[in-house]
T-cell receptor, first 113, second 114 residues
Framework: AQSVAQPEDQVNVAEGNPLTVKCTYS??????LFWYVQYPNRGLQFLLK??????LVKGSYGFEAEFNKSQTSFHLKKPSALVSDSALYFCAVRDDQGGKLIFGQGTELSVKP | NAGVTQTPKFRILKIGQSMTLQCAQDMNHNYMYWYRQDPGMGLKLIYY???????DKGEVPNGYNVSRSTTEDFPLRLELAAPSQTSVYFC?????????????FGDGTRLSIL
């Protein structure tokens, strides 16, 4: 069965510092991995996705994600955080056998000036 | 571009009342989904549809019904509202249901059952 875990409910970062939001997954085949961002009172917005190929994926708003097959992880990163990055971030996984998209529980990112 | 549009944005219901949450997409996507979001629980799939006239249950379908008479619309109905259905409901759509295709989300309906 597919599963995805975001081990941190909240991440606090100072503006200008690098940020990491963690995600680990479990699928039976090859994974398709996604990061979404949710701003207050809005829906989820697609940030980036991993298919196969480069282990470092670049997405919207300066975010990137690092895929690590041996650690079954897909951590979201940004070199320099902005206050406007404060939001709820969701990792999601789908297997290559036609399975449903499974979401993690979300990580609240707070960037302080 | 409108994308996925959900109405209403907010609603308060009394226990036992019924209502329909509306969802429409203008991207000609065949696949549509309804999720509920509860704090700390991520998103749970309620129902999904692979095209007009075809729907199927997701992870948490009890207490809900759906229909899909057109490609554009995918309404979610609550027949007898219960406090456990207090949640934020999101509709999403995608061109394909598999692989690397991302889903596109509406802004949600915030529903309180009192």
């Amino acid at each position: 069965a597919q599963s995805v875990a975001q081990p941190e409910d909240q991440v606090n970062v100072a503006e200008g510092n690098p940020l990491t939001v963690k995600c680990t997954y479990s699928v039976s085949g090859n994974p398709y991995l996604f990061w979404y961002v949710q701003y207050p009172n809005r829906g989820l917005q697609f940030l980036l996705k991993y298919i196969t190929g480069d282990n470092l994926v670049k997405g919207s708003y300066g975010f990137e994600a690092e895929f690590n097959k041996s650690q079954t992880s897909f951590h979201l990163k940004k070199p320099s955080a902005l206050v406007s990055d404060s939001a709820l971030y969701f990792c999601a996984v789908r297997d290559d056998q036609g399975g449903k998209l499974i979401f993690g529980q979300g990580t609240e990112l707070s960037v302080k000036p | 571009n409108a994308g996925v549009t959900q109405t209403p944005k907010f609603r308060i219901l009394k226990i036992g009342q019924s209502m329909t949450l509306q969802c429409a997409q203008d991207m000609n996507h065949n696949y549509m989904y309804w999720y509920r979001q509860d704090p700390g629980m991520g998103l749970k799939l309620i129902y999904y549809s692979v095209g007009a006239g075809i729907t199927d249950k997701g992870e948490v379908p009890n207490g809900y019904n759906v229909s899909r008479s057109t490609t554009e619309d995918f309404p979610l109905r609550l027949e007898l509202a219960a406090p456990s259905q207090t949640s934020v409901y999101f509709c999403a759509s995608s061109y394909r249901p598999t692989g690397s295709e991302p889903q596109h989300f509406g802004d949600g309906t915030r529903l309180s059952i009192l």
